[in-house]
């Protein structure tokens, strides 16, 4: 079975400041993993994506993540916060790789953008 | 269509009665997920369908929930004698076959429902 944490339920920076959003993932086999972002009122909207090949994943809106097996983690990072950045994020884990099983969610952090 | 479509957007029930929420998956995608959403909490996993495959329905909190995938297309989650605590965003999402290029989960806008 796999399960994913998320080590912050809410997060807090300034505008202009890096963002870094933790996730360790648990999975008997090699996972696929994804960040999904959720705009208050909005859908999912998937950020990036993690499926084996190159280990830094670039998303959208400037948006990153390092996939690192031997911390099992998968934190998302980005350089410089934007305001429109504020929403809440879910860190994703899927088994066996390709998304073919059920996605298990991480329960979410919520990011706040200051100015 | 263009993304997942799911109807009604917002559902008001009166406690006890049954409600069906309807899934229409994008075109091609052989995976479906049912996930419900409470307020202030994740995402928790209701029932998954791939393809021909017996679904995974180990998610379904009780066996007044149940869904069904017709046609390996559109699908109906069916919650019977709802109660208050049934009350939350319903959400379906789906994606290629494993093995394809691409398979992230694709969200419809989900279903608000209100158990009164």
């Known amino acids: 079975a796999q399960s994913v944490t998320q080590l912050d339920s809410h997060v807090s920076v300034s505008e202009g400041t890096p963002v870094l959003l933790r996730c360790n993932y648990s999975s008997s086999y090699s996972p696929s993993l994804f960040w999904y972002v959720q705009h208050p009122n909005k859908g999912l909207q998937l950020l990036l994506k993690y499926t084996s090949a190159a280990t830094l994943v670039k998303g959208i809106n400037g948006f990153e993540a390092e996939f690192k097996k031997s911390e099992t983690s998968f934190h998302l990072t980005k350089p410089s916060a934007h305001m429109s950045d504020a929403a809440e994020y879910f860190c994703?884990?899927?088994?066996?790789?390709?998304?073919?099983?059920?996605?298990?969610f991480g329960t979410g952090t919520q990011l706040k953008v200051e100015l | 269509g263009a993304g997942v479509s799911q109807s009604p957007s917002n559902k008001v029930t009166e406690k006890g009665k049954d409600v069906e929420l309807r899934c229409d998956p994008i075109s091609g995608h052989t995976a479906l997920y049912w996930y419900r959403q409470s307020l202030g909490q994740g995402l928790e996993f209701l029932i998954y369908f791939q393809g021909n495959s017996a679904p995974d329905k180990s998610g379904l909190p009780s066996d007044r929930f149940s869904a069904e995938r017709t046609g390996g297309s559109v699908s109906t989650l069916t919650i019977q004698r709802t109660q208050q605590e049934d009350s939350a965003v319903y959400l379906c999402a789906s994606s290629l076959p494993p093995g394809a290029r691409d398979t992230e989960a694709f969200f419809g806008q989900g279903t608000r429902l209100t158990v009164v």
């Open positions: 994703v884990v899927s088994v066996p790789p390709g998304g073919g099983n059920k996605l298990t």
